[in-house]
């Protein structure tokens, strides 16, 4: 298995721009989540997946923020528009079950940065 | 209420010498515990996990951790530092088994001197 997938790994923007991040999960992982991480606050859980259906997703910053999973093999995580403090590293996650016994599986994230 | 705590967000060591990082949970009931690596521009990976099987666990590149009920801790331990160990560290708690999401720890920096 290829692992989780996500792209673009760099991501230079201007303020007020859309930013698009994909992810594809591993196939067979009912379970998916969008971390972000900065210096600051660390590793924060933004949203998460069961069986593509969105079930919490109180760590979204603000509205400026959307995540969608149209199908079991696709997820992504929009900021419009973006902002300089939208700077991170932003990671994805598959997991067969949310407790994961199994451990949660990180793509290699995507570095966006504000300008 | 439930919380995982890293003490330290940096520590130092020299090439050889004992690795520990420390993790502790508050949780009225036994948690699932974990330990993840973070190298330098990649994403998180799993390098050990208590599920309330044997109490030490070993992992992969020799380290290992307790779990230590009465001290609510899960210590992270290696006895010889090599410098490819220099990374991100951090401890994760799933409170509810197979039903609780993961917390994640604030992350222990590994610094690894020559």
């Known amino acids: 298995d290829a692992g989780v997938i996500q792209s673009p790994r760099h991501e230079v923007t201007e303020m007020g721009q859309e930013v698009t991040l994909r992810c594809k999960p591993i196939?067979?992982?009912?379970?998916l989540f969008w971390y972000r991480q900065t210096m600051m606050r660390g590793l924060e859980l933004l949203i998460y997946f069961n069986n593509n259906v969105p079930i919490d997703d109180s760590g979204m910053p603000e509205d400026r923020f959307s995540a969608k999973m149209p199908n079991a093999s696709f997820s992504t995580l929009k900021i419009q528009p973006s902002e300089p403090r939208d700077s991170a590293v932003y990671f994805c996650?598959?997991?067969?079950?949310?407790?994961?016994?199994?451990?949660?599986?990180f793509g290699s994230g995507t570095r966006l940065t504000v300008v | 209420a439930q919380s995982v705590t890293q003490l330290g967000s940096h520590v130092s060591v020299s090439e050889g010498a004992l690795v520990l990082l420390r993790c502790n949970y508050s949780?009225?009931?036994?948690?699932?515990l974990f330990w993840y690596v973070q190298y330098p521009n990649q994403g998180l990976q799993l390098l050990l996990k208590?599920?309330?099987?044997?109490?030490l666990v070993k992992g992969i590149n020799g380290f290992e951790a307790e779990f230590k009920k009465s001290e609510t801790s899960f210590h992270l331990t290696k006895p010889s530092a090599h410098m490819s160990d220099a990374a991100e560290y951090f401890c994760a708690v799933s409170f509810s088994g197979n039903t609780g999401k993961l917390i994640f720890g604030q992350g222990t920096t590994l610094q690894v001197k020559p």
């Open positions: 949780s009225s009931v036994p948690p699932y």
């Open positions: 996650a598959s997991s067969q079950n949310i407790g994961s016994v199994y451990g949660y599986t």
């Open positions: 196939s067979g992982h009912d379970y």
């Open positions: 208590y599920t309330s099987a044997a109490t």
